[in-house]
């Protein structure tokens, strides 16, 4: 009982001093801040266009890609700019950084909505000029935005003030996300069936986010991730968002007093982490759905998330905090 209260006693502790270390951090004026939150009103706008606009695309209303899209972008955004403020506040590229990664997410953003008030799918659409434009300019803009992800990671590796526990999470998180991010383009590889149809000057589909043969089915509610074939959006959403997962860890441990224990904990999430989603895109590749049973897959899952639950409490109970005061 007295370990629990404890570890309440901690969490607020540590609410506290996070607000206190964001109230120095001038966010207005940040590119990236502000595309979290016109990520985060995008969203909610949206939300009731979803009941009155009852048009469907495949089986799903139009909007809800791009919601699923917003919400993405929007915390990628508020988690990014807070790893750059608060560590990478003297980089040279920190500002032309949040720039670019500001513009590729709304030219995404933009693209996918508009495609979507047209009753066209914004992705692996070849089937007029138009669409094909789209397709190119959507496919070049998120492959800027991930090399500007990917160069946060040297600044980091070279930053002085960051204890190990920290640099370690936040590089898993960062290099996780990137590897999360260029699954992306599995999907947009086209299949045999698409080339031999484009041979033909039949201009229909290029790539898409189902692996194996047959009905991929309705899907999840909300995600629409098929639970009969494989589906690469899986470990590209996993492999993309386990990074908050790390900045919540960096977070917690960045006051805390460094052990070699609480290094090697950090170090082992996250050979699990990126591990779990390699195993998810190998499933994806043989046709099989993540969310079907397989005993192999299944079994290799569960130790997965059993180790990383054990992981987690270890490195959220243990140490202490080196700090007491808080400054208000």
């Known amino acids: 009982m007295f370990t629990m209260y404890?570890?309440?006693?901690?969490?607020?502790?540590?609410?506290?001093?996070a607000v206190n270390i964001m109230k120095y951090a001038d966010f207005k004026k940040q590119p990236l801040f502000w595309n979290g939150i016109a990520m985060a009103v995008l969203t909610i706008s949206m939300i009731p266009i979803v009941f009155l606009d009852t048009r469907t695309l495949l089986g799903v209303n139009l909007w809800i890609k791009p919601i699923k899209f917003t919400i993405s972008l929007g915390v990628y955004s508020l988690s990014t700019v807070w790893i750059l403020e608060r560590f990478l506040a003297d980089w040279r590229f920190n500002r032309k950084t949040q720039i670019a990664l500001t513009i590729t997410s709304v030219i995404e953003i933009v693209l996918i909505t508009y495609q979507a008030a047209k009753g066209e799918a914004s992705h692996f659409n070849v089937s007029t000029t138009w669409n094909q434009i789209v397709f190119s300019v959507m496919g070049t803009s998120i492959s800027i935005f991930w090399l500007f992800h990917l160069g946060m990671i040297f600044p980091i590796?070279?930053?002085?003030?960051?204890?190990?526990?920290?640099?370690?999470?936040?590089?898993?998180?960062?290099?996780?996300?990137?590897f999360g991010m260029i699954?992306?383009?599995?999907?947009?590889?086209?299949r045999p069936e698409q080339l031999e149809l484009m041979k033909q000057g039949i201009f229909q589909?290029?790539?898409?986010?189902?692996?194996?043969?047959?009905d991929p089915g309705p899907g999840i509610t909300f995600f629409g991730w098929s639970t009969v074939i494989g589906d690469m959006r899986v470990p590209h959403f996993f492999g993309m968002h386990v990074m908050q997962v790390f900045f919540v860890i960096a977070a917690s441990l960045f006051h805390k007093k460094e052990t070699k224990e609480q290094v090697l904990l950090v170090r082992f999430m996250g050979v699990l982490l990126f591990s779990l989603i390699i195993v998810m895109v190998i499933q994806t590749l043989l046709g099989q759905s993540i969310f079907?049973?397989?005993?192999?897959?299944?079994?290799?899952?569960?130790?997965?998330?059993?180790l990383i639950l054990s992981l987690g409490l270890r490195l959220f109970f243990f140490p202490k905090f080196s700090n007491t005061k808080v400054t208000i």
């Open 6 to 17: 404890t570890f309440y006693v901690d969490r607020v502790y540590l609410f506290v001093y």
């Open 292 to 306: 079907s049973f397989q005993p192999l897959f299944t079994g290799v899952y569960g130790l997965h998330l059993l």
């Open 183 to 190: 699954i992306g383009f599995f999907m947009t590889q086209p």
């Open 205 to 214: 589909t290029s790539g898409s986010h189902s692996f194996g043969t047959g």
């Open 157 to 178: 590796l070279k930053e002085k003030g960051i204890s190990q526990s920290v640099r370690e999470s936040l590089l898993w998180g960062l290099s996780i996300a990137g």
